[in-house]
């Protein structure tokens, strides 16, 4: 009896040791995965940054020596949105959180892949006002969502340079398979993430300032 008390104590204890080192190595990846987007997010807003500048000097150049009406309808038309190809790749901007320190690209799509690198958009637009967009949980991404206040500030800024302001309103937790509630509301501003188990979307609701 003292043998198979024996064994079974040290079965359980065989069982925590490979439970901790599971644990240890996710977390371990999960730092080492945060580090990792958040280099390439900030190379990422660093080319989108620069492709808006260059864009803004190529349209100062084209302007020049335009009609009055014409140089009207270009100024009208810069504030459509449309996503730009970076490399092959489609981009919308880049969201700001003063509150959180947050700045990071905003992809065109929405995939696993891209969300290791940075933030996606989900659905929507910004200028039908009802932009939705995902972020992994890292804690260099949407893992500082949790932190976020009603009245914060959050700017999406488009590939035209164009900024749009907007005040959270709302922060709410969203069960993982209630998709159509993510696209309930009158909400100008949508950005969610995973929670930590999962399971659940918290869900961080903005309108325009």
Known sequence: MKNKRRIIGNIVIIIGIALLLGAGGLFMYNTAASENQERQSDELVMQIKEEIKTAAVN????????????????????????????????????????????????????????????????????????LIIAGHNYKSSFGKLKKMS??????????????????????????????????????????????YGGSDRLTVRCEKV
């Open 150 to 195: 009603v009245g914060d500030e959050v700017y999406f800024t488009d590939m035209n340079g164009n900024v749009k302001a907007y005040t959270v309103k709302q922060i709410e937790v969203i069960g993982g398979t209630e998709i159509s509630r993510m696209l309930e509301g009158d909400w100008d501003l949508s950005l969610y993430t995973c929670t």
């Open 59 to 130: 349209e100062t150049e084209e302007k020049n020596g335009l009609t009055e009406e014409t140089e009207m309808t270009v100024i009208m038309e810069q504030y459509e949105f449309a996503p730009v190809e970076i490399d092959g790749i489609l981009y919308d901007g880049y969201l700001t959180i003063p509150s959180i320190e947050l700045e990071m690209a905003v992809y065109d799509t929405w995939n696993d892949d891209l969300l290791r690198k940075s933030l996606c958009r989900y659905y929507g637009a910004p200028d039908t006002d009802d």
